[in-house]
């Protein structure tokens, strides 16, 4: 069966990404340093292996938004694009925003909703939780 391929990057299209396979993980994230770092009132994100992920161009500029996560984005644009930690080796989160394609991958639930802006709610019928769903 072939391996799918999907592709995104920033606006200004310096930072481009390809992704090979599925997913491990997606969900919209409500915490606030979510929205801070992405001027948004939440943001959606699709995890993967760091090995699914190649950036063929310029890769993104990173900062420490905490003592244990990264944040990547475009350093000519500013687009938010990776979040990596020491909490999830191995792994890397890209924001669904940031593919081509956004709609090829529908977020499986909401996290940090205890965070959630009230005037904000969801009708998608997936499941919710107040802060990081259980693991696995
Ligand atoms: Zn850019
Ligand atoms: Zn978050």
Same mark, same amino acid.
Request: aromatic residues 12%.
């Given at each position: 069966?072939?391996?799918?391929?999907?592709?995104?990057?920033?606006?200004?299209?310096?930072?481009?990404?390809?992704?090979?396979?599925?997913?491990?993980?997606? #969900? *919209?994230?409500?915490?606030?340093?979510?929205?801070? #770092?992405? &001027? #948004?009132?939440?943001?959606?994100?699709?995890?993967?292996?760091?090995?699914?992920?190649?950036?063929?161009?310029?890769?993104?500029?990173?900062?420490?938004?905490?003592?244990? &996560?990264?944040?990547?984005?475009?350093?000519?644009?500013?687009?938010? $694009?990776?979040?990596?930690?020491?909490? *999830?080796? &191995?792994? *890397?989160?890209?924001?669904? &925003?940031? $593919?081509?394609?956004?709609?090829?991958?529908?977020?499986?639930?909401?996290?940090?909703?205890?965070?959630?802006?009230?005037?904000?709610?969801? #009708?998608?019928? $997936?499941?919710?939780?107040?802060?990081?769903?259980?693991?696995?």
């Amino acid at each position: 069966m072939a391996t799918r391929t999907l592709e995104g990057g920033c606006q200004c299209g310096a930072v481009r990404y390809r992704i090979s396979g599925e997913p491990v993980f997606a #969900a *919209i994230c409500h915490c606030s340093m979510c929205r801070r #770092a992405g &001027g #948004a009132p939440a943001v959606a994100w699709a995890m993967f292996a760091e090995d699914q992920v190649e950036f063929p161009k310029e890769k993104p500029k990173t900062y420490a938004s905490s003592s244990e &996560g990264r944040r990547g984005f475009c350093p000519h644009c500013g687009t938010p $694009l990776s979040f990596t930690a020491s909490f *999830i080796p &191995g792994l *890397i989160d890209l924001t669904i &925003g940031s $593919l081509d394609d956004p709609a090829a991958i529908p977020p499986q639930l909401h996290y940090w909703d205890s965070r959630r802006l009230p005037w904000m709610k969801f #009708a998608d019928g $997936l499941p919710v939780f107040p802060e990081f769903p259980p693991q696995g």
